[in-house]
């Protein structure tokens, strides 16, 4: 079992930035993937990021590549999801997620673990 706790979340204004936290508690192999996803009013579940838990791969959605960065901290049990040049069309609420496949995912089915989720405000 792994439990997952977001923080971090807020209200910024655009061009801001915005640094969430996913606390992991329970076992983590290296080979766990943890991910990122957000869900915006009436929308389907995005994938933002996703980065072995080894910290040796990474992957963005599109939307966000080259504004947001993932990170983790092994010693703390710590997932990073670093938001900057915010945009109104970020507002969703995150999710920190794990996959315990093995492999590396971007779809939300195959991942086993969630978080309760946090929400984040883009102001224009």
């Known amino acids: 079992q792994v439990q997952l706790v977001e923080s971090g979340g807020g209200l910024v204004q655009a061009g801001g930035s915005l640094r969430l936290s996913c606390a992991v508690s329970?076992?983590?192999?290296?080979?766990?993937?943890m991910g990122w996803f957000r869900q915006a009013p009436g929308k389907v579940r995005e994938f933002v990021a996703a980065?072995?838990?080894?910290?040796?791969?990474?992957y963005y959605g599109d939307s966000v590549k080259g504004r947001f960065a993932i990170s983790t901290d092994n010693a703390k049990k710590r997932v990073y999801l670093q938001m900057n040049s915010l945009k109104p069309e970020d507002t969703a609420v995150y999710y920190c997620?794990?996959?315990?496949?093995?492999?590396?995912?971007?779809?939300?089915?195959?991942?086993?673990?969630w978080g309760q989720g946090t929400q984040a405000t883009v102001s224009s």
């Open positions: 997620a794990v996959d315990t496949s093995g492999d590396v995912h971007t779809l939300a089915q195959y991942y086993d673990y």
């Open positions: 329970g076992r983590t192999y290296r080979g766990y993937t």
């Open positions: 980065m072995t838990w080894s910290s040796d791969r990474s």
